[in-house]
Nanobody
Framework: QLQLVESGGGLVQPGGSLRLSCAAS????????IGWFRQAPGKEREGVSC????????NYADSVKGRFTISRDNAKNTVYLQMNSLKPEDTAVYYC?????????????????????WGQGTQVTVSS
């Protein structure tokens, strides 16, 4: 069964940190660009960050630049999102997604359209 599983969410105080993980099973992430997305109640899903299949290219939403860092370990078939200096407005369900790319692609995508696989999401709540 092909799936992505997120973990690492939870409740954290403002200014705190969390590291989200996105583990793939049933397929290798070597051929996929990965995106992290989030959706808060009553809001549309938005792109947070993405990373190219070889990790050379990353992109971030303006709202998280300088605070979040995306990385990947293809040997572990896992992608990470390190979130520092968390704010209450970061509260949302966070999803990872995988998008198949061509062999020589160095692209990643922060728009949800075109992604092949999605995880079930992990809740992040930033509150005092």
């Amino acid at each position: 069964q092909l799936q992505l599983v997120e973990s690492g969410g939870g409740l954290v105080q403002p200014g705190g940190s969390l590291r989200l993980s996105c583990a793939a099973s049933g397929f290798t992430l070597d051929y996929y660009a990965i995106g992290w997305f989030r959706q808060a109640p009553g809001k549309e899903r938005e792109g947070v960050s993405c990373i190219s299949k070889d990790g050379h290219n990353t992109n971030y939403a303006d709202s998280v630049k300088g605070r979040f860092t995306i990385s990947r370990d293809n040997a572990k078939n896992t992608v990470y999102l390190q979130m520092n200096s968390l704010k209450p407005e970061d509260t949302a369900v966070y999803y990872c997604a995988a998008r198949r790319v061509t062999t020589y692609s160095d692209a990643c995508y922060t728009q949800p359209r075109g992604y092949n696989y999605w995880g079930q999401g992990t809740q992040v709540t930033v509150s005092s």
